[in-house]
């Protein structure tokens, strides 16, 4: 069983700026989330896939978008980067939204806006 | 709206002495709590979870709806128990996005 998987593990890009961020989910979860853990901070929800369907999204602008693929690997794409965007990246997959299962989760991607 | 509150930055104890990592939670429907804990280096993993009322590694949690909390306890601390602990809490707010709602961590350092 392979678990999350996120690419690449550090990126550092300048201030306006688009980036990619990508992650494989968990074989057969089908249910992908996206946070963003600032430094000293706990993991701030960001939004989340299900079956290629956004079904949630946490208070973050419209410049963080995503994707969910047939195969449920997942992208996080931030436009217009800002300085405050230096965070790291967490991936998380969950089988179906099933209750009480929690999330497994990636190793995450360091951004650095510079 | 979901809040999880970790009253304790940093948390330090000595081997063998009991260790309670307190959470507090806010939410208006029926709240699933977890644990989630991070090792140096390694990747955020799921500790414990409320509803399956089990004991990981010999931590164990209770969840007391009337004073909205699910503190962490372990009778005796190993010094491999030291790591970053995160409480978190999980709610389907109106629909079947169960997302998580992290508090800010509490970092636990157990001492020889």
């Known amino acids: 069983e392979t678990g999350v998987t996120q690419s690449p593990t550090h990126l550092i890009k300048t201030r306006g700026q688009q980036v990619t961020l990508r992650c494989s989910s968990q074989?057969?979860?089908?249910?992908v989330s996206w946070y963003q853990q600032a430094l000293g901070q706990g993991p701030q929800f960001i939004f989340q896939y299900y079956r290629e369907e956004e079904n949630g999204r946490g208070n973050f602008p419209p410049r963080f978008s995503g994707l969910q693929f047939p195969n449920y690997s997942s992208e996080l794409n931030v436009n217009a980067l800002e300085l405050d965007d230096s965070a790291l990246y967490l991936c998380?997959?969950?089988?179906?939204?099933?209750?009480?299962?929690?999330?497994?989760f990636g190793s995450g991607t360091r951004l650095t806006v510079v | 709206a979901q809040r999880v509150t970790q009253p304790e930055k940093l948390l330090s104890v000595f081997k063998g002495a009991p260790v309670e990592l307190k959470c507090n939670y806010s939410?208006?429907?029926?709240?699933?709590l977890f644990w989630y804990v991070q090792y140096s280096r390694q990747r955020l993993q799921l500790l414990l979870r409320h509803i399956s009322r089990e004991s990981i590694k010999g931590f164990t949690a209770d969840l007391n709806k009337g004073e909205t909390s699910f503190h962490l306890k372990k009778p005796f601390a190993q010094e491999e128990d030291s790591a970053m602990y995160y409480c978190a809490l999980s709610g389907n707010s109106g629909g079947s996005n169960y997302k998580l709602t992290f508090g800010k961590g509490t970092l636990l350092t157990v001492n020889p």
């Open positions: 998380a997959s969950s089988p179906d939204g099933i209750r009480g299962y929690g999330y497994t």
């Open positions: 074989s057969g979860h089908n249910t």
């Open positions: 939410y208006s429907g029926s709240p699933e």
